[in-house]
């Protein structure tokens, strides 16, 4: 039994999230799908983590286990004749029996797209959250930087998460600005059920004069949800990279 | 009545082309409902010219007359409130009566995208064509050369086209390459049905090896649509500003 490791991209605006559930299609299932199709067995996928209907992947990373015999390295190209255009597996190569990537995940990186205008760009509107007033960015970075550290982020969850330990390391939030698109690049060692896009929502506020940046320690020590602001749209969160 | 100029962008993806047509929804008939529910007049649009079923535009040229009041810099945001996410007025501006967005166009420049890797990227999958094997560079920009200057197209235009003369101007092909992404930008006085893809389905057979550079101006020359290469697919085209 070998256990195959892939990088996988996909689109998330059609799909229901990444985790096979009963109702909606998942990355997951076709996934599993292609890989029944050129093997024929029904494996199980161990993603990194689940992300979200509407959210998208640059580097969505998952192992599984199987008997074909097909060179490890063969799978992306063989599992991308069976996917739908908004999936693909970037890579895929044989890793040792007992690496999990979930629990073998030392980090990951998420990136946000703002889009900073008052007219949409139909080409980007998928991909980034359009906010149509000034922000300042001044402010924002100032903010940003209050997150970053060892932090008790339990007011930076989604409610009905029922996850006991809340404390996350963000190594950084870096910020890059092309043209109208604002990019926001999050690492850290773990990130909570809805974290990144509160945090976002957050900094927008702030961008916005909503709250003040002097305020987000207070906001972070209170770990009340209604503290922070509003959970970002889907639309605009990518999974960039898991790190090992 | 007032004269309203409309640039527009659309991912040309789930449109079957810009005319307005029985069979299929069009970007023209989505612009015409929505100045008719913001001005209750049912209006004649006048495109730069047709985009076909899946081809793209940043800058798409068009104008209508209305009798409405509405200030003519609000109709863009006017518009987009009525219309898809996938299609949005950039500008709007009053101009004078007699302006007409296709015969008064002084020229054209479109690009194309080709995706050069033998794994497509899910992200722009729908705005390009991925070519999986090496491309001769060097050779398809001597290619291009070729077909710059004033020039008999009959051999780069859809069979069946009743247009007749066939004469013109290509100012440039630019070649621009960014990672895997290689983008042609074209710019010429105008170009027959189908001119930019046909020229680019035959410089990517000239990349491939399957057409020498050097036969190209014994091809253009020819006027025989057999002779040039093939009709590359409409998702790796974009109508990227119209001149006046």
Redesign the interface.
């Known amino acids: 039994m070998r256990n195959i490791h892939i990088i996988v991209?996909?689109?998330g605006t059609h799909y229901a999230g990444w985790q096979r559930q009963p109702n909606g299609v998942t990355v997951e299932e076709k996934l599993r799908e292609a890989i029944h199709s050129i093997t024929g067995e029904w494996t199980t996928i161990y993603g990194s983590g689940r992300t979200d209907a509407g959210v998208?992947a640059?580097g969505q990373s998952a192992n599984f286990h199987t008997d074909a015999s097909i060179p490890p390295e063969r799978f992306?190209?063989a599992m991308?004749t069976k996917l739908p255009?908004?999936?693909?597996?970037?890579s895929s190569r044989e890793v040792p029996e007992d690496f999990h990537s979930r629990f073998d995940a030392r980090g990951k990186r998420y990136l946000y797209q703002l889009y900073l205008d008052?007219?949409?760009?139909?080409?980007i509107?998928?991909?980034a959250w359009q906010i149509e007033r000034p922000l300042d960015m001044a402010a924002m970075e100032r903010a940003a930087a209050c997150f970053e550290g060892i932090h008790d982020f339990a007011g930076f969850m989604a409610a009905g998460s029922a996850v006991k330990d809340t404390v996350r390391t963000i190594h950084s939030i870096e910020f890059t600005k092309d043209d109208k698109l604002l990019t926001l690049a999050f690492t850290g060692n773990g990130f909570l059920y809805n974290m990144v896009r509160i945090i976002t929502g957050t900094l927008v506020a702030v961008g916005l004069g909503k709250i003040g940046a002097g305020a987000i320690p207070e906001i972070i020590a209170s770990k009340r949800r209604e503290a922070a602001g509003i959970t970002a749209p889907a639309r605009g969160l990518f999974l960039d990279e898991v790190f090992y």
Chains 1, 2 share one sequence.
């Open positions: 991209a996909y689109r998208h640059h992306a190209l991308n255009e908004d999936i693909r597996v970037m008052k007219i949409a760009d139909p080409f509107s998928d991909y």
